[in-house]
């Protein structure tokens, strides 16, 4: 059983050091996942992977079936997630090639399935922490321990895309408190949340956000500084599933506790 699943964003669409022992298609009650898990070992350790916008990346954020996702994990017995994403940089003292674990989310999407509780039953999750505080700090830990610098905090605001930020929108957001800019953390994190799943998050800012910085923004740079950065989420990631993932040190599978009306 996979002691971690691992989310890919753009740029990462597989993980080299991941030892595949199978890959596997899982059917879901909300339809199908981006793709298949690949399920093998790294660093010694089970772990389970899925690239968030498929194998070549043909899934845009909106389109992203989050639900089906989170749920094709649960089926594998994973139950906590770390998720990898592409970032536009707002605080201009995080430049491009930054490694931030965001601790807070503002939520700016819509028209994505955000609940697993869509029909009859009333459940409110507690979201006050939107990541789990254990893994994170796990994350840090790894982080230390691998050598990898990382900003421990910082907020990420998701917008719908899948077009980038007006100048005035990136204006507005950092005026609100947000460092980070991004497309697909959203309805993830929540839906983790309402699985019981601890869940949290490793971002890449790729790029400054519009009118940050005094040119054209391109798909590609994203991509090409997600290529940097990937050994040191390698090392990281190593790092932390060299750790003993067993016994969380958190509430996240008591979510539900006291969630339902």
């Not at 690239?51 to 017995?77: C, M, T, V």
């Not at 230390?144 to 605001?157: C, L, N, R």
């Not at 839906?191 to 400054?208: H, P």
Request: hydrophobic share 40%; proline share 6%.
């Amino acid at each position: 059983m996979p002691l971690l699943g691992v989310i890919g964003g753009s740029g990462l669409y597989d993980m080299q050091d991941l030892d595949i022992s199978d890959t596997l298609k899982v059917d879901t009650p909300y339809g199908p996942p981006s793709g298949s898990y690949r399920i093998g070992r790294f660093a010694g350790m089970e772990a389970a992977f899925l690239p968030r916008h498929g194998a070549s990346h043909r899934l845009q954020p909106h389109k992203i079936n989050y639900r089906a996702n989170l749920w094709g994990f649960r089926e594998l017995g994973v139950r906590r997630v770390v998720s990898v994403c592409a970032t536009g940089g707002i605080n201009a003292g995080v430049p491009p090639g930054s490694i931030v674990l965001p601790d807070q989310i503002i939520d700016l999407t819509s028209g994505r399935m955000s609940t697993f509780y869509d029909g009859d039953e009333v459940v409110h999750v507690d979201f006050t922490e939107p990541f789990c505080p254990d893994l994170r700090d796990r994350v840090r830990t790894a982080s230390e321990a691998a050598g990898v610098p990382v900003i421990p905090s910082g907020v990420y605001i998701c917008v719908n895309g899948p077009r980038l930020e007006t100048a005035a929108e990136i204006r507005t957001f950092g005026a609100w408190g947000a460092d980070l800019v991004g497309m697909t953390l959203m309805p993830e994190a929540a839906l983790a949340r309402e699985l019981e799943m601890c869940f949290t998050c490793i971002a890449v800012v790729t790029n400054f956000a519009a009118g940050i910085a005094a040119r054209k923004l391109t798909v590609q740079e994203v991509l090409d500084t997600m290529k940097t950065t990937e050994g040191k989420l390698r090392s990281l990631l190593a790092k932390l599933l060299s750790a003993d993932l067993r016994s969380p040190r958190c509430a996240c599978r008591q979510s539900l506790k006291e969630a339902r009306l």
